[in-house]
């Protein structure tokens, strides 16, 4: 019997377009693929108007823009998606003060 791989985590970064927030979001995409590699299925992003800025791992948000006051650091956004995809993770420099 063949084992079934277990599905990798889908990030979504949704940006406006009309702040010009797209090298900002794929930045924050660079970092997360150079972080995580492989445990990501796939980092997508999402065009949108508004002002929005959000960032969502398998669909449940974990950061806005307007909720949490700006746009996440590189190592908070690290640790958001860590604590999400694999809890136990050292990422060393990113989870030092």
Do not use: N
Not at 4 to 19: D, G, K, L
Not at 21 to 42: C, H, I, K, P, V
Not at 77 to 95: E, Y
């Amino acid at each position: 019997m063949t084992e079934v791989p277990a599905p990798r985590a889908r990030i979504t970064i949704t940006y406006c377009t009309q702040c010009m927030w797209l090298l900002r979001a794929g930045w924050m995409a660079q970092e997360l693929l150079s972080t995580f590699g492989q445990d990501l299925g796939e980092v997508a992003l999402v065009p949108g108007t508004g002002g929005i800025f959000t960032v969502a791992c398998d669909g449940e948000l974990i950061w806005d823009r307007k909720r949490d006051g700006g746009f996440p650091e590189a190592a908070k956004l690290k640790q958001l998606v860590r604590d999400r995809i694999d809890p136990g993770r050292d990422l060393g420099h990113s989870d030092r003060k």
